[in-house]
């Protein structure tokens, strides 16, 4: 909690907040390293069980299982039990709300790499929605509902979380 004495004021200049506080730093320490985005990746595509997961991501198990326990740490997947008809008891990994959340951002990951880099035969997969078959893209909106371009002009100002530098 910040005094009054060093609130942040719309004048500040962004340097001087700590970025320990910015919601983006947050997120990217959750989720910011590729074995873990391309673990988010999978998981979206339906892909649950560990053996899966490995064999398709050519992870190493020791790199894997630290992936999905911080990802089930951080509350963005759960671990959920399954037998096979006379085998042990293992687990499958499942996204829960907060990790579903993610998925807009997964979608403005994969469009930026369409767009940017995808090679000359093009994009490398295509999401459509299910209900109507049209091709899924994520788009930046204000509350008021005007789609932001990417030449448009946006402000900042702080957020009540928001915290100055200490000196």
């Known amino acids: 909690m910040t005094s009054a004495a060093s609130a942040p004021s719309p004048g500040s200049a962004w340097t001087d907040f700590d970025s320990g506080t910015c919601s983006v730093a947050r997120t990217a320490a959750l989720i910011g390293d590729a074995w873990t985005v391309l673990v988010l990746r999978d998981m979206f595509n ?78 490398p997969m295509v999401i459509r929605h299910a209900d109507c078959g049209a091709e899924v893209h994520a788009e930046l909106r204000c509350e008021a509902g005007h789609l932001i371009e990417p030449r448009s002009k946006l402000t900042s100002d702080p957020g009540p979380g928001a915290r100055l530098r200490s000196a």
């Open 46 to 123: 339906g892909v649950r069980r560990f053996d899966d997961l490995a064999a398709h991501l050519g992870i190493a198990r020791n790199v894997l299982t630290r992936r999905l326990g911080g990802l089930v740490d951080a509350g963005l997947v759960e671990k959920v039990p399954y037998r096979e008809p006379g085998r042990r008891e293992r687990h499958e990994y499942r996204l829960t709300p907060a990790g579903k959340d993610l998925r807009v951002v997964m979608t403005a990951l994969r469009d930026w790499g369409d767009q940017h880099l995808a090679g000359e035969a093009g994009q």
